[in-house]
């Protein structure tokens, strides 16, 4: 998927100084991708069964446009990166499923310190799979096997450098940013003005809601 750095300043109050250098990004079709800087692994799938509530990692996403995910009034909002950004944390949890077909690298998304799950469902209406945040536990998603979450399970896609991010219930349908200060959103088209890879950045000592661990 080519990148297009095409869109100016956004309008979004916080503070932070991390500098995004640009990075080169392919059609996740063709499997290609600019080498970059090695990311550390988000293995989760690979952990301890016996914890209950296994502690996720944080993550802010930064798409190949140099766009970053900020939340405003309850939507993720994708603007480009500026000092005075402060983009969203995202706490990523392995999710554990009985199915077969599940064995691979799934997990539960979250942002609000872990109170608002990205979840994706079909809308009637417009007749096609969107992204919504609900509130919902971290810890109840993770010990809910005999629940149906699988609206808020994600398949962590790598993209060389990079993840997509694509929908376990909703198959070819990933998380994927456009324009500037516009919601993020899934999309089925890939390329063109469509960016579904996105580079993990992680994140230390962040704040853990008390609900997020509570039974």
Known sequence: MSCQAECAGTQVDSADGEEVEAQGC???AHGSIEPGPSLTSVSLANADP???YPKPQTFTFHDCDQKVLVLNKRTLIAVHKKPNIH?????V???RTSSADDKENLVFLAVSKG???LCCEMDKKKGQPVLQLKEQKLSWLSN???KDVKGFTFYRRDRGSRHALESA???GWF???RHENEAVRMTDKLGGEEFTDFKFMEVSNTPTSPREVSE
Do not use: G, N, Q
């Open 144 to 146: 809910s096997v005999t």
């Open 93 to 95: 949890l392995a999710a």
């Open 175 to 177: 998380i994927s940013t």
């Open 26 to 28: 392919a059609d996740p």
């Open 50 to 52: 016996k914890v209950k």
């Open 115 to 117: 109170e608002l799950c």
């Open 87 to 91: 983009p969203e944390t995202f706490y």
């Open 169 to 171: 219930d909703h198959k």
